[in-house]
C-alpha cells in the first residue's frame, strides 16, 4: 500500500506566508475603516462623543496590531525560504507603508491616551451635573405635591371638623384619630398640626433624596475613574505595541536598502 507523499516545507511555507499577508491586510483595512465609521459623522463639542469614540477606538485597537504583526511575519516567513525580494526604493515596499502606519497609530494612540482623561473628567461632569439636577427636579415635584396635598387635608379636615356626625363617623371608623375632636373650635392648632406633619415628610424624603444623590455621585465617579484608566493604560500599551513595529520596522527597512 503506498502513503501519499508528505507535503515540504518548501510548499507549506509559502501558502502560510501568503495566508498571513492575506489576513493580515484585511485585518488592517478592516480597522482602518472601523475608524472612518466612528469619526462620521464628528461632534467634537460633545463630550460624551468624545468618550465614546475614544472608547471604541482604543478596544478595536488591537485587530490592526494584530494584521501588522501577521503581514510582517509573512514576510518574515518569505525571507526564511529565499522569497523575499528587497526593493531599492522603500515607498515600493508595502512593509514600508504598514511601519509608517504603525508609527502614526502608535502616536495617535498617545494621544488618546491623554485625550481620554480630560474626556473622562468632562463626561464625569455632565454626568454629575445630570444627577444633581434629577434630584432637584425630585425635591421640586416633591415640594409642590406635598403643598398641594397640605392644602387639600385643611380643606377636607376642616369640613370634617365642622360636622360633629361626620367626625364621630370618621373616628369610629379609624380614618381620623380619636384626639382629633381637639382642633374641632381650634382651626389654627390644624393647621400647625398638619404643618408639623409636612415638615416631618419633607425631611424624610430630603434625607433619602440626598442619600440617593451621594450614591449616584459616587458611583459615576468610580465608573469614570474604572474607564478612564482602563481606556489609557489600553491605548499605551498599544502605543507601545505600534510604536515598537513602526519604528524598528522602519530602521531595519532602512539597512536592508542601504545594504541592497
Do not use: H
Not at 475603516?33 to 463639542?45: E, G, K, R, S, T
Not at 502606519?101 to 461632569?125: D, E, H, I, K, P
Not at 489609557?232 to 545594504?259: D, H, M, N, P, Q
Request: overall charge negative; proline content about 3%; aromatic content about 6%.
Amino acid at each position: 500500500m503506498t502513503s501519499e507523499p508528505a507535503i515540504s516545507a518548501p510548499v507549506v511555507s509559502p501558502l502560510a506566508a501568503i495566508a498571513l499577508k492575506v489576513v493580515g491586510i484585511v485585518a488592517i483595512l478592516s480597522a482602518l475603516l472601523d475608524y472612518v465609521i466612528l469619526l462620521i459623522p464628528a461632534n467634537v463639542a460633545d463630550a460624551q462623543w468624545q468618550l465614546a469614540t475614544v472608547t471604541q477606538m482604543v478596544e478595536r485597537g488591537i485587530v490592526p496590531l494584530v494584521g501588522t504583526a501577521l503581514l510582517l511575519t509573512g514576510y518574515w516567513i518569505d525571507g526564511r525560504v529565499g522569497r523575499a525580494i528587497v526593493k531599492k526604493t522603500l515607498t515600493k515596499d508595502l512593509r514600508f507603508w504598514v511601519c509608517v502606519l504603525a508609527s502614526v497609530l502608535g502616536l495617535a494612540y498617545l494621544l488618546l491616551a491623554l485625550l481620554n482623561l480630560n474626556t473622562v473628567r468632562l463626561s464625569s461632569q455632565l454626568a454629575l451635573e445630570q444627577v444633581d439636577r434629577e434630584a432637584t427636579e425630585a425635591a421640586t415635584q416633591f415640594e409642590q405635591r406635598l403643598a398641594a396635598e397640605l392644602g387639600q387635608q385643611q380643606s377636607q379636615l376642616g369640613a370634617l371638623l365642622q360636622d360633629e356626625d361626620l367626625l364621630s363617623q370618621a373616628i369610629q371608623t379609624g380614618q381620623i384619630p380619636q384626639d382629633f375632636s381637639q382642633y374641632q373650635d381650634d382651626p389654627e392648632g390644624l393647621s400647625q398640626f398638619l404643618q408639623q406633619q409636612a415638615d416631618q415628610a419633607r425631611e424624610q424624603i430630603q434625607t433619602e433624596i440626598g442619600t440617593r444623590r451621594t450614591e449616584a455621585e459616587r458611583r459615576v465617579r468610580a465608573e469614570a475613574w474604572k474607564s478612564g484608566i482602563r481606556i489609557s493604560i489600553t491605548s499605551l500599551l498599544l502605543t507601545v505595541g505600534f510604536g515598537t513595529i513602526g519604528w524598528i520596522g522602519l530602521k531595519r527597512l532602512l539597512a536592508l536598502t542601504r545594504a541592497a
